[in-house]
């Protein structure tokens, strides 16, 4: 019962900001560990940037400078700005969410999250 999606993907030139948007529906308790993973085809699934409940954030350090996820308690929105993207950016990027808090930063295991969007694919263009 509990619905993840997500939009706002694309095709765009290097240099280029693309900005990710999910919603998360269903959940009785949201407080809950949100992230977003890229996946490329032949490589495994990575998570990009995670937050938590209390709003803490955490990246793949190669992103920070970069990448921001946020999100909007209120309406259950999650979103990624990724600025400034590059060719290796290139991916189908998900939304993920767990109730589980005991870890929400990008080293938790993607296997570990619960729910799942079907992914929206970001093209990247040199």
């Known amino acids: 019962q509990v619905q993840v999606a997500e939009s706002g993907g694309g095709s765009v030139q290097a240099g280029g900001s693309l900005k990710l948007s999910c919603v998360v529906s269903g959940y009785k308790d949201r407080r809950d560990c949100l992230g977003w993973f890229r996946h490329s085809p032949g490589l495994e699934r990575e998570a990009v940037a995670t937050?938590?409940?209390?709003?803490?954030?955490s990246y793949k350090w190669s992103l920070r400078d970069r990448f921001i996820i946020s999100k909007d308690n209120a309406k259950n929105f999650l979103y990624l700005q990724m600025n400034s993207l590059k060719s290796e950016d290139t991916a189908m990027f998900y939304c993920?969410?767990?109730?589980?808090?005991?870890?929400?930063?990008?080293?938790?295991?993607?296997?570990?999250?619960?729910?799942w969007g079907q992914g929206t694919q970001v093209t990247v263009s040199s």
């Open positions: 993920a969410a767990d109730p589980r808090q005991e870890d929400c930063t990008a080293s938790r295991k993607f296997n570990t999250y619960d729910y």
């Open positions: 937050i938590s409940s209390d709003g803490s954030t």
